[in-house]
């Protein structure tokens, strides 16, 4: 174990000299792909709940489907399932894009997780006090203000537990991205355990490493819950 570490402790942390590796690298895939789905997720709730079936048809369609499939499947189809198309190739924006491992990584992980937050958020709204929103109105908020001022910020503070399930299960699930040749916590895992026949400590470290980062977020959700959701505990 100690010889394993002396060796291997850069790449698994952030580091092999010449690229990213490791923690850094699954981190890095963590925070891109939550940003990206978050930033995006929002507007793609609101239409969820919509009234209006041609706008709330299209996003349940694809949070179905994203929802409906395993992420493997979704990053071999943008990694090599998409760039075996002809049409593809032959458009230079779209060849230079579907090239680059990293790009289609960071493509399936965020429609994956923007999927999965986008029903969260849409919950959130649907589970929402009629008396709260009635209250808006009464101050005549409407149209997107009601949404900016008042549900929103409400639906995404009641949606932190749920959220919070989400980004775990995302850190969890950058382990397929191995796949797509990026060098996250289990490629470096696979790289020791190839060169030192190490299994148990090769993959132990990788275990530890990902208990760690997941007792972390779990903190700081935790802490965001207290401070965002302490509304809702019991009056003193």
Known sequence: MIELLQEYWRPFLYSDGNHMTGLAMTMWL???????GFVVSIPLSIARVSRNRWVRWPVQFYTYL???????????????????????RAQPVLDGFFRDAMNCTLLAFALNTCAYTTEIFAGAIRSMAHGEVEAAKAYGLSGWKLYAYVIMPSALRRSLPYYSNEVILMLHSTTVAFTATIPDILKVARDANSATFLTFQSFGIAALIYLTVTFALVGLFRLAERRWLAFLGPSH
């Open 30 to 36: 963590l925070t891109a792909s939550i940003c990206i």
């Open 66 to 88: 994203f929802r409906g499939t395993p992420l493997y499947i979704q990053l071999l189809i943008c990694y090599t399932g998409i760039y075996s198309l002809a049409a593809v």
